[in-house]
């Protein structure tokens, strides 16, 4: 497994990783076009945003990352809970000395990933911040030493 930052030509691959997720969730509101989402993944990779993980030749995964601000981790279903996004995470925290994200309340596997790996909740919200509107909490990493 290696990571390395997006390319444009790993938009494609990006896209059926975010919508593996996305496009088959039940209580996940469809908010943005497939048309959208490509936009936004573009701007993304464009800023440098984004790594991507490979496994055997292939984006296996991704991470969105500005700063301290970790705004999207997505692992390709059929290759969830094999260390993948772990790897994506220590690579975020290896650059960072703090990480925030805001989880979606009813993503109890995010919630559980992220705690496993040194989060804390330190605030909720009615959704008013977030393209759903849903419920969502805030996480963060406050380093080595303090939580990870």
């Known amino acids: 497994m290696r990571t390395a930052r997006a390319r444009v030509w790993h938009l494609p691959r990006l896209a059926v ?8 969730t039940p209580w996940l509101p469809q908010v943005r076009s497939r048309r959208e989402d ?16 490979h496994q055997n030749g292939r984006v296996a ?12 981790l997505y692992v390709h279903p059929a290759l969830r809970g094999g260390g993948l996004g772990r790897v994506l995470l220590s690579e975020a925290k290896s650059e960072a000395g703090v990480l925030r994200l805001w989880v979606l309340e009813a993503n ?8 496993r790996h040194g989060f804390a909740e330190v605030a909720r919200s009615v959704g008013l911040g977030n393209d759903e509107g849903l419920p969502d909490i805030l996480m963060v990493w406050f380093g080595e030493g303090e939580g990870a």
């Open 38 to 53: 490509l936009r936004v993944l573009a701007r993304v990779i464009w800023r440098g945003w984004v790594r991507v993980i």
């Open 61 to 72: 995964g991704f991470c969105v990352r500005d700063g301290e601000v970790l705004h999207a």
């Open 17 to 24: 990783i975010l919508w593996g997720f996305t496009r088959v």
């Open 108 to 115: 109890a596997a995010a919630l559980r990933f992220y705690a």
